[in-house]
C-alpha cells in the first residue's frame, strides 16, 4: 500500500500549476511536433487509401467518425477521473478539468452523432436507426 501510495505522491506533485506549468513548458513543443507529423500522415493515408469493396467512397467518413466518436469518450472519461479527484482528494484542478472537458465531449459527441448519421443515409437507407448503441450515445 505504501507503494502505491508513494507513487500516488508523485504524480499529485503536478496538481500544483507553478510545477505542471514547468512541466508543459518542456512536454508541449514535443508533443506538438508529434501530433502534427501524426496529422499530417494520418491525412495523408486517408485521401490515399483505396475504396472500400461494400461502402464505396462513403467510407471515407469514417475518418473522420471514429476519431470524434473517440475523443469524445475520451472527454467522458476525463470527467469521471476529474470527478473522482474532486471527490476524494478536493483538489480544485481536478474541478476545473471537470468543468472544462465537458463542453468538449458534448461537442465531439454532436459531430460523432452527425458524421454518423451522413455515413448511415447511404448504409442504411436512413439518416438515423433507433439501435441501442447510437440512442446511449446520443443520451450523452
Not at 29 to 35: E, F, K, S, Y
Not at 59 to 80: D, E, G, K, N, S
Not at 85 to 112: C, E, M, N, Q, Y
Amino acid at each position: 500500500m505504501s507503494d502505491l501510495t508513494s507513487r500516488l505522491s508523485g504524480w499529485m506533485d503536478f496538481a500544483n500549476p507553478t510545477r505542471f506549468v514547468g512541466l508543459a513548458d518542456k512536454v508541449v513543443p514535443w508533443l506538438a511536433t508529434i501530433a502534427t507529423l501524426l496529422l499530417a500522415a494520418g491525412l495523408y493515408m486517408s485521401f490515399t487509401a483505396p475504396e472500400d469493396f461494400q461502402q464505396g467512397i462513403t467510407v471515407r467518413i469514417m475518418y473522420i467518425h471514429v476519431p470524434f466518436a473517440w475523443l469524445a469518450m475520451m472527454c467522458f472519461t476525463l470527467m469521471a477521473v476529474s470527478a473522482l479527484g474532486t471527490l476524494a482528494w478536493r483538489h480544485p484542478l481536478a474541478d476545473v478539468a471537470l468543468k472544462s472537458a465537458a463542453p468538449i465531449g458534448a461537442v465531439f459527441t454532436a459531430l460523432a452523432l452527425i458524421t454518423g448519421s451522413i455515413w448511415g443515409k447511404p448504409m442504411w437507407g436512413t439518416w438515423w436507426v433507433w439501435d441501442a448503441r447510437l440512442t446511449s450515445v446520443f443520451v450523452l
